[in-house]
């Protein structure tokens, strides 16, 4: 089950992907990670998806990521008299705390804490900015807008406020409550939706206390303000395009898109491009021209994984938008152009003997022409800094937790399987001959560029490096 591509598939699972065929659908035409929707669903819906997920990964004897992504916030209107009301440009419309239905020139809006963060001029986007609102006066309990925009407003429809910093948590009760579950399940990652500022990020660490790495969804404004401290915090960073869309011009949205991704690179962390990549797709067998480009783009830009949504959660055509989706990345890390991409846009490393390790890892395999770079971990950050340094050898990843192993099925260009505890050298570089010739990255003649921790185990430890020729008889040069 070999992947011949680099950038790793994230598909989310949903309704038209809830067998253990259809998992088995997505894994085998090229999914890696999978994602669980916590916006919708019970706990139980999704404890039986991982559960096939799990038993997936026996079937397969490969290590796959679970990601939980949590609903956050979700700012809504109350309900209307009628269930809609038509406001036109020009109108006078105001927002409060009463919860009387709504009507043509107010709605209730039960959100004290937005009216205590508004400003006068702030725009208000209601239906994902289908009706926009300026406010021109407020107070504690209400505002008093006028209509930029008009259009229909109905029961229950999401309110952005992309001025403003809202006095909130990313985690609501029900999000607290879908963390604790979803660790409980055994989930790899966990997604952070509705990130504002560093303290957010900070915050839901702390109640996941090491059980499974973090990612950051930025879809607001305000997390673009923070976006070096919110990246050095999380594990992966995620570009949520659709939210973040709403929020800012649209015409900012691919800059701000490769600005995130950049910085993700520079700082060596996992990034994500996610929303309607392929949309189209959810009704129709092939993608437009404009969605391939997309996803394109983002494969040059150097992003660690794109990500499906509704295309494999309630699409027609779920195994065929994955397969796609791996044709486009592996046509795009074949061109030549890509390859000069990648390595102009490569950061300087660190002045640690970490980073120097890795980086030497990488020429070294240039120079050698090796079928592989070789990485042993044990909290998986030898192999992140591996993928960071962007090598033309692919990175064949050995550990012995598989908690690690499913959680770097995120990191570009690595292939990740679980192995025995180590505890020389000489057991280390026989079981990355043997691993390497089984997996199908070497056979006799070929170089394996070897990197790990001394002493094995010690997280965050890089500081070998070793380089090994496979025989007839195991490693060239190297005991036993």
Not at 62 to 84: E, H, N, T, W, Y
Not at 353 to 361: F, G, H, L, P, R
Not at 393 to 406: G, K, Q
Request: charged share 25%; with cysteine.
């Amino acid at each position: 089950m070999r992947r011949t591509r680099n950038a790793k598939i994230i598909a989310t699972l949903g309704p038209a992907s809830s067998t253990p065929e259809a998992l088995e659908a997505l894994f085998r035409a090229g999914a890696d990670l999978f994602r669980f929707n916590f916006s919708h669903g019970s706990h139980a819906d999704h404890k039986a998806r991982l559960d096939m997920l799990r038993g997936l990964e026996k079937t397969t004897g490969r290590p796959i990521g679970a990601l939980m992504d949590l609903q956050g916030p979700k700012l809504r209107l109350g309900p209307f008299a009628g269930g809609s009301a038509r406001v036109s440009a020009g109108d006078a419309f105001r927002l409060d705390l009463s919860p009387e239905p709504g009507s043509v020139r107010r709605a209730p809006l039960p959100h004290p804490e937005i009216f205590a963060a508004l400003t006068d001029g702030a725009e208000l986007l209601v239906d994902d900015g289908k009706v926009r609102l300026r406010v021109e006066s407020h107070g504690p309990d209400f505002a008093l807008t006028r209509v930029i925009t008009g259009g229909l407003l109905s029961d229950r429809k999401g309110v952005n406020v992309p001025d403003v910093v809202l006095p909130i948590s990313s985690l609501t009760e029900k999000d607290r409550r879908d963390m604790e579950a979803g660790l409980e399940m055994g989930f790899d990652w966990v997604a952070l939706s509705f990130v504002q500022r560093p303290e957010d990020v900070t915050e839901a660490r702390r109640l996941i206390a090491g059980r499974a790495l973090l990612l950051s969804k930025l879809e607001k404004p305000s997390a673009i303000e923070f976006l070096e401290e919110i990246a050095s915090l999380s594990d992966a960073v995620m570009v949520a395009r659709g939210d973040l869309g709403v929020e800012v011009p649209t015409e900012d949205v691919p800059i701000l898109q490769k600005r995130i991704v950049a910085t993700c690179r520079r700082l060596g962390k996992p990034v994500v491009v996610a929303t309607q990549m392929l949309d189209s797709m959810v009704h129709a067998p092939t993608p437009t021209r404009a969605e391939a480009s997309d996803v394109a783009t983002a494969v040059y830009d150097g992003a660690d994984a794109v990500m499906l949504s509704a295309e494999t959660a309630v699409g027609e055509y779920i195994a065929e938008s994955v397969a796609i989706m791996d044709k486009i990345i592996g046509r795009v890390e074949r061109d030549e152009v890509y390859r000069r991409i990648v390595d102009a846009a490569r950061e300087e490393p660190e002045r640690t003997a970490a980073d120097a390790i890795s980086a030497a890892a990488r020429q070294v395999a240039h120079t050698l022409g090796a079928a592989a770079i070789v990485t042993y971990t044990s909290s998986g950050s030898t192999t992140l800094r591996a993928a960071r340094e962007r090598p033309e050898a692919p990175i064949l990843s050995l550990t012995a937790d598989v908690t690690v192993a499913r959680q770097l099925a995120l990191a570009w260009g690595v292939h990740c399987i679980v192995a025995r505890d180590i505890s020389s050298f000489a057991e280390m570089v026989r079981m990355a001959c043997e691993a390497a010739r089984r997996e199908g990255f070497a056979t006799v003649g070929d170089r394996l560029v070897i990197t790990a921790g001394v002493p094995f185990g010690t997280p965050g430890t890089t500081n070998a490096l070793r380089i090994a020729q496979l025989t007839d008889n195991g490693c060239g040069g190297y005991p036993g």
